[in-house]
């Protein structure tokens, strides 16, 4: 038990369709994060969120859309997504997102599939 | 640009010993990771290094030349369950991690 989890764990969208991804940390930390990884390649940086804020959006399109209510929870909101965004959707936590020590703690990911 | 290099996949047998090399290139250097990711898992903390030198956590070490921006994480006494895919990611100056495509490294009885 990694103390991330992330629903739903797979999920099959049509191109036209709106869905949302879930994640939920329970360590207390203040900084969440939404990676993609894509078969062979590096893990990308989507958006990080420090203390509810968001300090990063590495040129994310717009049909990703997050949203961070409050430090345990981070969604990841979806629409008219391309075949190519099939990926593994990661969230990660860590203690915050500046200096010092920062081990990031990774969820179990959910495995998107557009049609 | 900003780059993280590690060999794609090494094979090797239960019981030996195994070093995964890793190279970068990055805009500041603010500590080194490794990852260990089981396939269709989560990937998880290895190790961290900041300074020079080596870093030993029972049967893993790694290795750490910001001079010559490589790293290496050594495994020994291997176990099937080792067999995995090892992320190497470097934080840079933004205190953001920047990651290598992973090495698969497959375990032979």
């Known amino acids: 038990e990694t103390g991330v989890t992330q629903t739903p764990r797979h999920l099959v969208m049509g191109m036209t369709n709106k869905k949302s991804l879930k994640c939920e940390q329970h360590l207390g930390h203040n900084a969440m994060y939404w990676y993609k990884q894509s078969a062979k390649k590096p893990l990308e940086l989507m958006f990080v969120?420090?203390?509810?804020?968001?300090?990063e959006n590495n040129s994310v399109p717009s049909r990703f859309s997050p949203e961070c209510p409050n430090s345990s929870h981070l969604f990841l909101h979806l629409h008219t997504l391309q075949p190519e965004d099939s990926a593994l959707y990661l969230c990660?936590?860590?203690?915050?997102?500046?200096?010092?020590?920062?081990?990031?703690?990774f969820g179990p990911g959910t495995r998107l599939t557009v049609l | 640009g900003q780059n993280i290099d590690q060999p794609t996949e090494m094979t090797a047998t239960e019981g030996a010993i195994v070093q995964i090399n890793c190279t970068y290139q990055?805009?500041?250097?603010?500590?080194l990771f490794w990852y260990q990711q089981h396939a269709g898992e989560a990937p998880t903390f290895l190790s961290y290094?900041?300074l020079d030198g080596l870093e030993e956590k029972g049967r893993f070490s790694s290795f750490l030349s910001r001079s010559k921006g490589y790293s290496y994480l050594l495994l020994k006494e291997l176990q099937m369950k080792d067999s995995a895919s090892y992320l190497c990611a470097v934080r840079d100056s933004n205190y953001q991690l920047i990651w290598g495509a992973g090495t698969k490294l497959i375990i032979k009885p």
């Open positions: 990055t805009s500041g250097f603010n500590g």
């Open positions: 290094n900041v």
């Open positions: 969120y420090n203390f509810k804020e968001q300090t």
């Open positions: 990660a936590s860590s203690q915050d997102g500046g200096e010092g020590y920062n081990e990031q703690f």
